[in-house]
């Protein structure tokens, strides 16, 4: 070899070596970090950090907020009970996700519900209000005036051709679902996708004159929150939807962007009125996953589970 060749050879030895350390040294050697991505992510711990570690696991809430968005989330608030009764999302779930919109540069989050009872009770019991009234940007607001719901179509809709949706909740930039875990006399759990009917202005005819299970698939078709996030803190075991009913204290956050697998992992946590279950035994999810909107076999997500 000539010593031309011998010493480009060095050269580009020692090039490649010092590439190398400085990636070592600058601490982000691409391979090594990336993120890995999960269908969901379960974390254990109090509300506000789970909800917390839950947003940083999938990447950080700047992964669906930019600057200058307006968020919509949309709690579980429909009923006039304290958290203890686990009705209604937990305060400080809600709270942490808003403020960590703001942080990420949304310009507005607003925090709505179509109440079934009445609305100033809502908000105050509820304690969503009180837990949000230091963020600035963050409004909390009860739907009850059929002027702020807006008619769309459902193209796929099976059994519904049109549904009236608050419409703050059609012109956001990103929707993100923060149901609470509870059961329910009608559709046996009332989590992500049942808890959409808190945007619609016609809830009663889902359960008087329409196949319920088949209503929510159709809704699913058109209202498709970019995150859902599950308070499993507690869940409300009995006597959901309003309770008063058995609750357990689970002290769990499932957050993922498929609807029905997180609902589906949701079913899973806890026995509902004495009885165990899996997301294809409840038919409003069974709907939803033949139709495409989303996975159903939890023994076929890549899971994240983890602590705060």
């Avoid at 304290?82 to 990420?104: L, N, R, S, Y």
């Avoid at 549904?163 to 059609?170: C, D, G, R, S, W």
């Avoid at 993100?176 to 759990?189: C, F, Q, W």
């Avoid at 997180?262 to 035994?281: A, C, E, H, L, N």
Wanted: net charge positive; glycine share 8%; hydrophobic share 40%.
């Amino acid at each position: 070899m000539s010593k031309c060749k011998k010493e480009m050879t060095r050269r580009t030895f020692l090039k490649t070596v010092m590439a190398g350390a400085t990636l070592a040294l600058s601490g982000n050697p691409p391979l090594l970090q990336a993120k890995e991505e999960y269908d969901l992510v379960v974390i254990s711990g109090e509300p506000a950090a789970a909800t917390k570690k839950a947003l940083e696991t999938l990447g950080g809430i700047s992964r669906f907020v930019k600057k200058g968005h307006r968020i919509v989330l949309k709690p579980n608030m429909s009923f006039a009970r304290t958290p203890e009764f686990g009705a209604t999302t937990h305060p400080m779930v809600v709270a942490t996700v808003a403020e960590a919109c703001i942080q990420a540069g949304a310009r507005q989050v607003l925090i709505l519900d179509h109440t079934l009872h009445r609305a100033e009770l809502c908000l105050e019991r509820s304690g969503i209000r009180e837990a949000c009234k230091n963020i600035s940007g963050a409004h909390v607001i009860a739907f009850q005036e059929r002027k702020f719901f807006k008619e769309i179509k459902i193209p796929q809709g099976k059994i519904l051709d049109r549904v009236e949706v608050i419409q703050e909740a059609l012109e956001s930039d990103v929707l993100i679902n923060i149901p609470v875990a509870k059961s329910h006399s009608a559709t046996g759990v009332s989590l992500g996708i049942k808890g959409l009917m808190g945007l619609i202005w016609d809830r009663e005819s889902f359960h008087s004159r329409l196949n319920i299970n088949q209503a929510l698939a159709d809704l699913a078709t058109v209202i498709k929150p970019q995150l859902t996030i599950l308070d499993a803190s507690r869940a409300l075991t009995s006597g959901g939807p309003g309770g008063p009913g058995e609750v357990k204290k689970l002290n769990l956050i499932i957050a993922g962007t498929d609807p029905v697998a997180v609902d589906s992992y949701g079913v899973t946590i806890t026995p509902w009125y004495g009885r165990s279950f899996k997301g294809r035994q409840v038919e409003h999810l069974l709907i939803a996953h033949q139709r495409g909107l989303g996975k159903i076999d939890t023994d076929q997500l890549k899971i994240y589970k983890g602590t705060t």
